[in-house]
């Protein structure tokens, strides 16, 4: 019984040590891709509205800095009327790199999360990546997705906290 336990120790080990071979492989590539000034096209689904009223609006950020909510950082921004569910947006053109998303469900039309008396949001928002949230917005390298190619999707899940 040992020798097979640790023949599937090895053989374990053996599957992570090639795993992350292939991701530190991957990583190089990804860097002489965003060298060469390549661009690059992100496709948004979002999905979860709970109506059609108001708009989606969409901000992306390539990098930290402001993510998620200082429209001064966001390099890209589309608001557009829910006209079905997924709701899809796309970015074109981007320079190879990491982005992040931003979207809130606009209900009222202001281009602005509302928030209640204590802060909380009333309207629907999401990021990339579905991170968990729990008392904060999340961190861009939570949300961030690699733009390393001429198409990139990413699915999106609002949320809504009451």
Do not use: W
């Not at 589309?78 to 790199?97: E, H």
Request: charged residues 20%; glycine residues 8%; aromatic residues 8%.
């Amino acid at each position: 019984m040992k020798i097979k336990f640790c023949q599937k120790s090895q053989i374990l080990k053996t599957c992570l040590l090639l795993s992350f071979l292939g991701i530190a492989i991957d990583i190089p590539n990804s860097r002489v891709y965003a060298n060469n000034n390549l661009s690059g096209n992100l496709t948004v689904e979002i999905d979860g509205f709970r109506n059609r009223e108001g708009q989606a609006c969409v901000s992306l950020f390539a990098s930290s800095q402001g993510f998620p909510n200082n429209r001064k950082n966001v390099v890209q921004r589309q608001c557009n009327k829910i006209t079905s569910a997924p709701l899809i947006v796309n970015f074109r053109n981007l320079k190879a790199g990491n982005y992040a998303v931003a979207i809130i469900h606009d209900t009222n039309g202001d281009g602005t999360l509302n928030r209640n008396d204590i802060g909380m949001p009333i309207e629907g928002y999401g990021f990339s990546r579905n991170p968990e949230i729990r008392t904060a917005a999340p961190k861009f390298n939570d949300a961030a997705v690699l733009i390393a190619g001429p198409n990139t999707s990413v699915q999106v899940q609002l949320k809504y906290l009451d």
